[in-house]
DNA sequence: ATGGCGCGTCAAACGCGA
């Protein structure tokens, strides 16, 4: 079973791009950010005819998650828990049927954060306490679960060609790190810095500046697994090529396969 | 050394991202 994360930017502007990438690639589960697509506008017709069931969570201009699925898709459920205030379309998770059970996915895209000086980074923060505590309910219930997505956190230095200039961003603040250094604690594992334990695997380049030209990127898009996950993990990876092509999302997707 | 883009909204700039 393999398992995708991919922040699209705008999922009509890369329509042809995700559908591209689908009939090359196939994965199972594909967990999409920035879809910037209300609910009823996403695309979902296109998608079925690859063979995708589709959950959608958008909101009207940004953000906006989706899960789309070949496998049975279950019990979806939007929103993260812990703020009825919070109208930002940022997460959905779903119920995925496979032969040995089920395996739970989530599809989040974590706040930005910046400017750190205004109430955009305790946003940031507060968010992921929330997706911190609702995770720490899945893991009680000792299934295999993959929250994949944008987490707009640059872990360690050597998850930027250029740490020194992220410095004041909210990405690399120091707590943001911690945050994110906390999951992990509690039991999560970073599945592509498990199978590739190096520097230089970025999913993020601006689109500013040649970054993708000099490599200068970052390393923000993650897959954290459960440990019932984690024991089922057979590979994991970055498809920097697709940040190669036409018109191209400033992500690119990053994915892992289970043995399930 | 610096700055260099792109999407969506909406019809010209602007908010937003990272």
Redesign the pocket.
Known sequence: MKVTTW?I??????LESALAYLRQESPDVICL??????TE?FPAAVFEELGYQCAIHGQ????GVAILSKLPLEEVRTGLPGNDEDM?SRFIEAVISVPSGIVKVASI???????VATE?FPYKLGWLERLHAHFRDLLAEEVPFVMAG?Y?I?PEPMDAKRPAAWTS???FQPESRAAYRRMLSDGLTDAIRLCHPGPGVYT?W??????FQ?D?G?R?DHLLLSPQATDRLRAAGVDRFTRGWE?????VPAWVELDV
Not at 206 to 211: P, S, T
Not at 247 to 251: A, N, R, T
Request: proline residues 6%.
């Open positions: 922040n930017n705008g999922v009509k502007a890369r950010q920035e879809i910037k697509s209300q506008a009207k201009g940004f953000n930002q895209y974590a706040p930005n954060g910046n400017p955009k944008d707009n640059i961003d909210a990405l993020f601006d689109y500013q500046a040649g970054a000099k200068d970052i923000i018109k191209p999302s400033d992500h």
